[in-house]
């Protein structure tokens, strides 16, 4: 019956998606990346952008990383992006995209909810996704307190997901279950007077919608202090490519203060104020930036890592977020 309900009801209330128009397993896994951690709205946008400038995955594996960081800027989280390049390599080295459940969550950045949604919307494979959307909808629905960020409400909620899962319509399943828990089973405010499962639905005759599902709190927030210099000079500005092992890797940002006097760098003698405590928010991390300008005739000495660049040219960069912010800051 659940099935049944859910696929009536997709089939009326189904999301009208581009990538929903095509077969073509690279233009759904591009949007499958792009809508990690991403909003449809914002994630549209990047993916028609991308499909125009990269139609084909060979046109994305030529590119370069800085192209595709680039492209990718304003989304946050770019070790997608430099894993979807990488993949896009792996997939033109084989010599086409993989077909198999295996040989999908072989690419890089593919995890077992990516690989299901794929293969089962590019090729029809039967393997069901397991999402915040799906969590939700079916710890409410049959009424599943299992913590669902542990390795038994993982198992749990994988086996019964597999198990409604019509082999004849995966596809369709497993996209019906995204926009269900997307448009109708919502975190907050969910439809449940118009819900066409209300009747077999365990949280709603419990009174325990506002409870399901249950995650365990585990999450460590650090709070880390970041002081940049925006230094101008002749119309250039000094910027460095962040290293591998960090946040923004492969990301270019202005002269950090801390790290340039660790290295016998530039202080802030000379500079004036920008702005403070710039807040920018990531998942494990809290960060606060000062920023500070200073304005010069003659090229200070820097450590090697940097580059000065014309400041008409810093937007060819790709930049993380909060750089971006601190730069609108800049006065001109």
Same mark, same amino acid.
């Given at each position: 019956m659940f099935t049944t309900t859910l696929l009536?009801?997709?089939?009326?209330?189904?999301?009208?998606?581009?990538?929903?128009?095509?077969?073509?397993?690279?233009a759904i896994w591009l949007s499958e990346i792009i809508l990690q951690q991403t909003r449809i709205q914002q994630g549209m946008n990047y993916w028609l952008r991308f499909m125009q400038r990269w139609p084909r995955v060979e046109d994305l594996a030529r590119a370069t990383e800085d192209e595709v960081l680039r492209e990718?800027?304003?989304?946050?989280?770019?070790?997608?992006?430099?894993?979807?390049?990488?993949?896009a390599q792996q997939i033109v080295a084989q010599g086409g995209f993989p077909t198999t459940l295996e040989g999908i969550k072989q690419l890089k950045g593919v995890g077992d909810y990516t690989a299901a949604a794929i293969g089962s919307i590019a090729f029809g494979l039967p393997a069901a996704v397991v999402d915040g959307n799906v969590y939700r909808v079916?710890?409410?629905?049959?009424?599943?307190?299992?913590?669902?960020?542990?390795?038994?409400?993982?198992?749990?909620?994988?086996?019964?997901?597999?198990?409604?899962?019509?082999?004849?319509?995966?596809?369709?399943?497993?996209?019906?279950?995204?926009?269900?828990?997307?448009?109708?089973?919502?975190?907050?405010?969910? *439809?449940?007077i118009v819900c066409p499962l209300q009747e077999s639905c365990e949280a709603l005759r419990?009174?325990?919608?506002?409870?399901?599902?249950? *995650?365990?709190? *585990?999450?460590?927030?650090?709070?880390?202090?970041?002081?940049?210099?925006?230094i101008r000079c002749n119309g250039k500005t000094a910027i460095r490519?962040?290293?591998?092992?960090?946040?923004?890797?492969?990301?270019?940002?202005?002269?950090?203060v801390e790290l340039g006097m660790r290295n016998e760098g530039?202080?802030?003698?000379?500079?004036?104020m920008v702005c403070r405590n710039v807040k920018h928010v990531l998942t494990h991390r809290i960060l606060l930036a000062d920023f500070y300008l200073l304005e010069t005739d003659t090229f200070p000495t820097l450590p090697d890592?940097?580059?000065?660049?014309?400041?008409?040219?810093?937007?060819?960069y790709a930049l993380p977020r909060l750089i971006e912010i601190l730069l609108e800051q800049v006065p001109r």
């Open positions: 009536d009801w997709f089939s009326v209330n189904g999301r009208d998606l581009p990538w929903r128009h095509t077969r073509d397993p690279y990718w800027q304003g989304l946050g989280y770019y070790s997608r992006a430099r894993n979807l390049h990488t993949a079916l710890a409410r629905h049959y009424g599943i307190d299992t913590p669902i960020n542990t390795t038994q409400g993982k198992k749990v909620f994988t086996e019964l997901a597999q198990s409604l899962l019509p082999t004849d319509q995966p596809a369709a399943f497993n996209q019906a279950m995204m926009d269900f828990g997307a448009i109708q089973c919502t975190p907050t405010s969910p *439809k449940c419990t009174g325990r919608i506002s409870e399901l599902p249950v *995650k365990e709190r *585990k999450l460590n927030i650090q709070t880390v202090r970041l002081t940049y210099l925006y490519r962040r290293p591998a092992g960090g946040i923004w890797q492969g990301l270019w940002e202005p002269y950090n530039l202080g802030l003698e000379g500079s004036t890592e940097y580059i000065w660049v014309k400041e008409s040219d810093l937007d060819q």
